[in-house]
């Protein structure tokens, strides 16, 4: 009888130890929804390759994720924008050492119906659009006719990215209509021809049902288009930030990752995650 009770103990033992190794390697993922796309592949690439880990994603936006990496409530915080001052701050009050990945880039690209006959404008209009200075296209060389403005809530890093790289802080157009999403903004743009609205490139690459135009740094200067006439995005101009939109995705984590969250982090940064990026559209940190 004692030597069962023994080994029942022993058993039990061994199953949470197994319990415990499992936790460990069980990575959960919240934040920006213009990085789910990549975040997806990353988990269900590894997850492949990586019997036994478990890395589970959901959006939200950037500051939802910010805000679970700060609560416990995720391991990993993906965001397209730098984090705030005050969600550091934030962070140092709940005993978090938030720690910034830069992951891959991103062009941000301003968006219209294709029978729109506008193909390009400066950032100066961009911002003009955006804070409702401009209502009508034909102020910006289109059709006569009021702009429909479609935005991102403003939980989303790119609507965070925007307004303070573009609209320099100031606020968008009270007629600005908010969506929970890059696809959701792209869907209603492409049912209206007076809609303009923005968001990744890898959402709009190599459709035909939204037109991306071209931005001019300035007034006189050239316009850059993000992606190229066969719908891949112009990975030079990204990454050398010549595309006046262009930025930075980042994860952030309470301290340096280790165990199994940075043999994650190791394997995204190297060469089969980098090439999963170029594969879903946005542009690796390196040529590959």
């Known amino acids: ?11 039990l033992a061994t199953l ?3 319990s415990v190794a ?14 789910v796309l990549i975040a997806q592949r990353w988990a269900e690439a590894y997850m492949k390759a990586t019997p036994g880990t478990s890395v589970q994603v959901t959006g939200g936006g950037s500051g939802t994720g910010i805000a679970g990496i700060i609560e416990g409530t995720c ?19 709940s005993g978090k050492n938030l720690i910034e990945h830069k992951m891959a880039l991103d062009a ?27 209502t009508d296209w034909s102020a910006v060389g ?13 939980s989303s890093g790119t609507y965070a990215f925007m307004k303070e790289h573009i609209m320099g802080n100031a606020d968008y157009a009270a007629t600005a209509q908010t969506l929970p999403g890059t696809a959701a903004i792209k869907s209603a743009i492409a049912r209206d021809p007076k809609a303009i609205g923005y968001g990744g490139a890898a959402y709009f690459g190599g459709m035909k049902d939204v037109k991306i135009l071209g931005i001019k740094p300035t007034k006189d200067a050239a316009a850059i288009y993000p992606v190229l006439a066969s719908g891949e995005v112009d990975e030079p101009k ?14 952030y984590t309470n301290g340096q990752p280790t165990g199994a969250m940075k043999k994650y982090f190791d394997w995204m940064l ?10 879903e559209g946005y542009v690796p940190l390196k040529p590959i």
């Open 16 to 18: 949470g130890l197994a």
């Open 270 to 279: 190297g060469a089969e995650g980098q090439k999963l990026v170029r594969a």
């Open 75 to 93: 391991n990993v915080a993906n965001s397209s924008r730098p984090i705030k001052a005050s969600e550091l701050a934030k962070g140092k009050d």
């Open 22 to 35: 499992t936790a460990a390697d069980q990575i959960t993922v919240k934040g920006s929804d213009t990085m």
């Open 238 to 251: 990204i990454r050398s930030l010549e595309y006046p939109i262009a930025r930075y995705l980042y994860c």
């Open 142 to 154: 289109g059709t006569p006719g009021a702009i429909v403005l479609y935005s991102r809530e403003s």
């Open 108 to 134: 941000l690209c301003v968006v219209v119906h294709p029978n729109n006959s506008v193909k390009e404008l400066s950032v100066a209009q961009v911002k003009a659009i955006m804070t409702g200075a401009i």
């Open 1 to 11: 009888m004692r030597n069962r009770l023994s080994l029942i103990l022993m058993a």
